[in-house]
């Protein structure tokens, strides 16, 4: 092995040395590097020629940056191999000796490469059941939607359906029924393709065993109803396998014609128990799904994601008295003597109905498994009962010897009407004659509520009356206002009822009518009210809306709605919907009691108002035109929140 010098050395002294000082001299420089380098097996001799050619020279300084070059490398094998023998508390010595001899760009070099090693996926170290733990403390649909993209893993977890379960409880959505989440691939667990069960008859005992496993787990309750206690417990399916009806199989010993037949049957029999499967994994909800579906329907009621169909009509500048609408029909009674039908999904005309020969004040339908029964009553005193599909009239219902100005429907065999001479009749609308007169207010029936085999009226006369349908009779009286009963509402316990004079009383039931309350704030006529459980919303002629709290009888929210009378109130079990004689429409929370928005465009006046959990009808009076002046016309506007879904 040669030794080089290093080009320092090759310059020529100031005076030339003898020939012993540089044999000498040039036997020690070996010699410090030998030690350097360490024990060898070739022995190192030195030589002292001096270079014969400037190439020669160039050659011995390359071969020296190659040493050097390499030389580093071989040492970090050593320090690798030295770092693994340290002690923990060693190992952080040497780093932070070492990190303390870089700079800013080495520094942020080291962070790219540590800084993902100390990245965890917890849901992949997590038992299942833990995950899930902590997912439920998440109430924020749109957090789930971002985490299940983080990876595989997170979708998986959030693909359970108890945490969905956990959200429709959360935000009061009732758990979806069999015929809501049956026609769609998406609502519900996905089957194996049956080629795929022919091909393999064995597998799928085990697909059937792993789908009711999976029935167990996802229809679980536990973990929902320990949620509001803040101690969510994960089902767990039964420790009892399921055994599922095996399938039978062609026997080894029977001839090939037995075979054959028996290969039959295994299809046939495999093909019944993919259908039968099929048919009960389809029965099984998706409460991802549904939880999206209703969802998507609040955003659409609080953002205005609606779909608006205007529906045709003829009505011109009539008065709407009268509408009710259900997922199928919309009716509208004017007082132009007219009941007109629309589609509720289409929004398209469908009838109308003629017959009555005055103003129609009020209708109601009700429907059988077989009709759609319609009552209406108006100025003509007469009531009338119609087959809503097919525009049929029944019966025409006589007795009343003065405007019908209220009515209500028990069922499709009892209805009851009010009407200004005073009096209230219960009639069988199945035949068409009258079961019940009754008589006791002194002046028109203004208005009716139906519970059961009850029925309260409120009158012009000041009182408030509690009625048996069956029987006819008048079980007590409500008596304490000043002037006329504009509405009433009850429920099992009490009656509301709303007055010119400004207030709103409490009548106790049990009590025999006993005023247990008397509400004030409202400044002039309460027409309007809509009685929930624990809560009486009111709406006056002053524009306000009011918010009761049965329980202390305190106003928890008075709002300025409308710069003239409200016309027209509803709640949907979410929101409030309220419309004013000033033209607006506007939608308040029911929670909150804060306005949530504008409903729709502004225009005269608001007529009627109707809504339920995905649709909403409006009926309005516009202008026809703008550059026109006097000129109205009653648009009905159908609201579909859940049109594209």
């Given at each position: 092995m040669d030794c080089y010098l290093s080009i320092d050395d090759l310059s020529p002294p100031a005076t030339p040395p003898s020939s012993s000082t540089s044999t000498s001299s040039t036997t020690t420089t070996c010699s410090q590097r030998r030690g350097l380098l360490g024990n060898t097996d070739t022995t190192l001799t030195a030589t002292a020629t001096a270079p014969t050619s400037a190439t020669d020279m160039g050659n011995k300084v390359m071969a020296t940056k190659k040493e050097t070059t390499i030389m580093p490398l071989d040492m970090i094998a050593h320090v690798k191999t030295a770092f693994r023998h340290l002690t923990a508390t060693q190992k952080q010595q040497f780093l932070a000796e070492l990190i303390g001899c870089c700079d800013t760009t080495l520094l942020a070099f080291i962070n790219t490469l540590v800084a993902p090693k100390l990245k965890v996926d917890f849901f992949r170290l997590l038992p299942t059941e833990l995950s899930l733990q902590v997912l439920s403390y998440i109430d924020d649909p749109y957090t789930l939607a971002q985490a299940s993209q983080v990876s595989s893993a997170w979708h998986a977890v959030l693909m359970d359906e108890t945490i969905w379960k956990g959200l429709c409880y959360q935000h009061h959505y009732h758990p979806p029924s069999i015929s809501e989440t049956s026609d769609t691939s998406n609502d519900i667990l996905a089957v194996q393709q049956p080629s795929s069960l022919l091909q393999q008859p064995s597998s799928l005992l085990q697909q059937q065993q792993i789908q009711q496993s999976k029935l167990f787990q996802h229809m679980s309750l536990s973990s929902l109803d320990k949620r509001r206690s803040k101690k969510t417990k994960i089902y767990k399916p039964p420790s009892s396998p399921i055994t599922p009806t095996p399938v039978a199989s062609a026997s080894t010993s029977s001839a090939s014609s037995s075979a054959s037949s028996s290969s039959s049957s295994l299809v046939l029999s495999t093909k019944s128990s993919i259908a039968s499967s099929a048919s009960s994994i389809h029965t099984l909800p998706s409460y991802k799904s549904f939880f999206?579906?209703?969802?998507?329907?609040?955003?659409?009621?609080?953002?205005?994601?609606?779909?608006?169909t205007a529906c045709p009509n003829d009505i011109g500048n009539a008065l709407v008295t009268s509408l009710q609408m259900d997922e199928e029909f919309i009716v509208v009674g004017c007082d132009n003597n007219r009941i007109e039908v629309f589609d509720a999904t289409t929004g398209s005309y469908l009838r109308t109905l003629r017959g009555h020969h005055g103003g129609v004040w009020a209708l109601q339908f009700v429907k059988t498994d077989s009709h759609c029964i319609l009552v209406s009553g108006g100025c003509d005193r007469d009531a009338r009962v119609w087959n809503l599909r097919t525009g049929q009239l029944y019966h025409t219902l006589q007795g009343h010897s003065s405007t019908i100005r209220c009515l209500k429907i028990r069922d499709s065999k009892t209805a009851v009407t009010g009407s200004r001479d005073a009096s209230l009749r219960i009639w069988d609308i199945e035949h068409g004659r009258l079961k019940h007169l009754c008589l006791g207010h002194h002046s028109s029936v203004r208005c009716l509520d139906v519970r059961g085999d009850l029925v309260v009226s409120g009158s012009y006369d000041g009182t408030a009356r509690l009625w048996q349908i069956e029987t006819g009779e008048c079980l007590f009286v409500c008596r304490g206002h000043q002037s006329q009963i504009y509405a009433v509402a009850f429920d099992d316990t009490r009656i509301v009822t709303g007055s010119l004079d400004s207030t709103i009383k409490v009548w106790s039931i049990a009590e025999g009518g006993k005023c247990i309350a008397t509400l004030h704030g409202h400044t002039t006529l309460v027409g309007h009210l809509q009685l929930l459980p624990d809560l009486l919303i009111s709406g006056g002629s002053d524009g306000c809306l009011r918010f009761w709290n049965l329980t202390t009888f305190e106003c928890k929210h008075r709002i300025s709605a409308h710069d003239n009378s409200v016309t027209c109130l509803q709640v949907d079990g979410k929101h409030v919907l309220?419309?004013?004689?000033?033209?607006?429409?506007?939608?308040?929370?029911?929670?909150?009691?804060?306005?949530?928005?504008?409903?729709?465009?502004?225009?005269?006046?608001?007529?009627?108002?109707?809504?339920?959990?995905?649709?909403?009808?409006?009926?309005?009076?516009?202008?026809?035109?703008?550059?026109q002046e006097g000129t109205f016309h009653t648009a009905i506007e159908l609201h579909d929140f859940d049109h594209q879904l």
């Open positions: 999206r579906r209703q969802y998507q329907i609040d955003m659409a009621w609080n953002n205005g994601g609606a779909q608006i309220s419309g004013g004689s000033d033209g607006s429409v506007k939608l308040f929370d029911l929670n909150s009691g804060q306005l949530v928005r504008s409903f729709t465009q502004p225009g005269r006046t608001v007529w009627k108002l109707e809504c339920h959990a995905t649709k909403a009808v409006v009926v309005i009076q516009r202008r026809l035109h703008r550059d």
